[in-house]
């Protein structure tokens, strides 16, 4: 499944998936952003 980050509170994110369904996400553990050295990816 793909989706993609539209809005983030906190460790909460929405996330909207390639059938346009939103989902409430929480990231666990440490994940990395390749190129971008902020720690929100909003």
Do not use: A, E
């Not at 499944?1 to 059938?19: E, F, H």
């Not at 440490?30 to 909003?42: C, D, E």
């Amino acid at each position: 499944m793909k989706g993609l980050v539209i809005k983030n509170t906190g460790s909460w994110y929405v996330v909207k998936t390639d059938d346009n369904q939103l989902i409430d996400c929480k990231i666990k553990g440490n994940f990395r952003l390749k190129g971008i050295r902020s720690t929100n990816p909003v």
